[in-house]
């Protein structure tokens, strides 16, 4: 049979367990009755060295133990946030000076304005020669006089002979139409133009192995042009003689009093918005041609700088001109010369019979003004 336990040592078991329960609490400071913080973390802390109030400190070198330092310095330092660099503000461009690009064409829509034939570029020319005025009465004023039965005619003995058409209006030759005083024979030249804004003539037509006579029709197509230079070269013949009769020309030009217009550069420059029928009288136009206006969708009707004018002779020779705002100083306008009024003044030619002499034929340089002819002219026997 077991011995019963004996009372002494219960409460020996007891009074040991209070006392280790009692220096626990001394050590890790719980409080009694207490809910502990769920959201505390002992180990974000650091250590403390203080003794807890009304225990006693058996660690005999607490004494001299250095004050513990503040919570923050134990903590690891934080690293500072890396500095994005800010960048530089992007200057702002300056303004172009140039104008806007052109808008193309697919975009606009055309409305014609435009479809004359008017007069003939013909008349905007001025002919001269390096050669003389030509073998007798056959003067260069005889190319113009619609005459085919007049003609000028020069032998270019030493050097070619240099024919040149200056026009006061920039042109655009579709073609030139030349009819020959002689018909079995054949003339080697070439024609060569100056377009607007240039000094050169460029040969834009070689007739040097040509093999038509009587008429010759040269298409050049093409412009804008100011002046244009024949250069002869010889005759089937090979006597150097030249007869041109007619040189009649097909094409357009046109120019503007009210409007500042860049032939080099195909820009017609306007103040402002205007109406498309103004601006089209405001054109002089010479010659056939077919004008038209290209708008922008939401401005039909209104010329603007994004507007384009299309001019048209066929489908070899056409033009676009860019229509650009400016401002444009007004030109100046001519003033008529004041009239001075005739006196009453008597007369100091003499009256005398000796001084009534019959009056000369009017000269023109010097020499008798040519006649009408009442018979054959006698010509060369290598003219024909």
């Known amino acids: 049979m077991q011995k019963p336990i004996s009372t002494k ?24 009755g207490t809910e502990p913080d ?9 250590a403390s060295t203080d ?28 690293a500072e946030p890396t500095s994005t660099p800010t960048p530089e503000p992007t200057a702002t461009p300056e303004p172009t000076a140039e104008p806007t690009e052109r808008p193309d064409t697919e975009t606009l829509k055309f409305k014609d304005y435009i479809d004359q034939d008017k007069g003939n570029i013909r008349t905007l ?48 030759i579709a073609m030139f139409d030349n009819w020959w005083y002689t018909l079995n024979k054949i003339y080697y030249y070439e024609l060569a133009v100056k377009y607007a804004g240039s000094d050169e003539f460029v040969t834009v037509l070689d007739r040097s192995n040509n093999t ?24 089937s013949m090979l006597n150097k003689w030249v007869q041109l009769a007619e040189v009649y020309m097909k094409g357009f030009a046109f120019d503007s009093d009210l409007y500042e217009i860049d032939h080099s550069n195909k820009i017609v ?36 700088d994004a507007s384009v004018l299309k001019l048209t002779y066929n489908k070899y020779l056409s033009t676009e001109y860019e229509i650009r705002y400016k401002a444009l100083e007004p030109k ?23 001084a009534q002499t019959t009056a000369e034929p009017e000269t023109t340089n010097g020499e008798p003004e040519a006649t009408d002819q009442t018979g054959p002219i006698e010509l060369p026997d290598d003219y024909f």
């Not at 040592?9 to 009694?32: M, R």
């Open 332 to 354: 100046p306008t001519e003033v008529p010369a004041t009239e001075v009024p005739a006196t009453d003044a008597p007369s100091t030619e003499a009256t005398t019979p000796e």
């Open 125 to 172: 020319c001025s002919i001269s020669a390096d050669s003389p005025e030509g073998y007798r009465d056959h003067v260069l004023a005889n190319l113009f006089d619609n005459d085919e039965r007049s003609y000028w005619s020069y032998q270019n003995t030493t050097l070619d002979v240099q024919l040149t058409l200056e026009f006061s209006t920039p042109v655009y």
């Open 269 to 304: 420059y306007i103040p402002e918005a205007t109406d498309a029928g103004d601006f089209i009288s405001a054109l002089n136009f010479t010659g056939k041609c077919k004008a038209s206006i290209g708008f922008m969708p939401d401005s039909v009707g209104t010329v603007t």
């Open 51 to 78: 003794t807890p109030t009304g225990a006693v400190n058996t660690d005999p070198a607490a004494d001299t133990a250095a004050p513990a330092t503040e919570a923050t310095d134990a903590q690891a330092p934080t």
């Open 38 to 46: 769920p959201t505390f973390n002992n180990a974000t802390l650091p």
């Open 9 to 32: 040592y219960i409460k020996l078991l007891c009074t040991a367990a209070a006392l280790l329960l009692c220096i626990s609490c001394l050590f890790t400071g719980c409080n009694v």
């Open 212 to 235: 038509s006579s009587d008429e010759t029709q040269d298409n050049l197509n093409t412009g804008p042009v100011v002046a244009v230079r024949y250069t002869f070269f010889d005759n």
